[in-house]
């Protein structure tokens, strides 16, 4: 909720939704999420997210502002699991179907960490082991690697196996922005969102193209 650039923008209103409860719902289409789980921040500003979680009935995990490896590991901790995808909050129109095809990813072969890069900005995830994401909050020293949960992996590539999701010539469109950072961005995202038959079931490929006709 304290975001600089556009306080409060996780509870903004897209396509009827507020962002976050746009986002939980479309990841409960994930197959291979057993569960959602909200790491949030233990500031007063952050209890409307609490109860938005209660509301949708997510559970909710709260921790330090400015490390987010120890909020995950306090969620580790509560919900122990193989296998942990990051989503971040101000991405409404993450992908379900690559959240099932990163977690296959890191189950069949092995990996320590995966991720996919050239999506349109703002629908996309990665996946840790929980080996990976214990070591991490053990080794990562700096406050960079502390608040942004993939730092101390991609600082360290030779330490892990690190894999990239193999993606189709249509969902290599990095050049498309539907992240919330900035107002400009809430409108952009509110556009595209009118443009969806639903917003919380639009595929990527959905995204992609109300994004191509908004512009």
Same mark, same amino acid.
């Given at each position: ?11 903004? #209103? ?85 959240? #099932? ?32 994401? &214990? &070591? ?48 400009? #961005? ?25 994004? #191509?006709?908004?512009?």
């Amino acid at each position: 909720m304290g975001s600089t650039r556009l306080p409060g923008k996780v509870l903004a #209103d897209i396509g009827g939704h507020p962002l976050l409860a746009l986002l939980c719902k479309r990841l409960r289409l994930a197959r291979k999420a057993d569960r959602i789980v909200l790491a949030i921040t233990e500031l007063p500003g952050d209890d409307q997210l609490e109860l938005l979680g209660q509301e949708l009935l997510v559970p909710v995990i709260r921790g330090e502002e400015c490390s987010l490896t120890a909020r995950f590991m306090r969620v580790m901790q509560a919900f122990p699991a193989d296998i942990v995808v990051r989503v971040t909050a101000d991405n409404p129109f993450t992908d379900p179907q690559l959240v #099932d095809r990163i977690v296959a990813m890191v189950e069949q072969q092995g990996m320590d960490y995966a991720h996919a890069q050239g999506t349109p900005i703002g629908t996309s995830v990665d996946a840790y082991s929980a080996a990976t994401l &214990r &070591r991490t909050f053990a080794e990562a020293t700096t406050p960079y690697q502390q608040e942004h949960l993939n730092a101390y992996v991609l600082d360290n590539p030779s330490l892990f196996r690190i894999g990239c999701l193999p993606l189709s010539p249509g969902e290599r469109r990095s050049d498309i922005r539907v992240t919330v950072d900035t107002a400009e #961005d809430l409108l952009r995202v509110r556009r595209v969102a009118r443009l969806l038959p639903d917003p919380v079931s639009a595929s990527l490929s959905d995204v992609i193209k109300a994004y #191509d006709l908004s512009v």
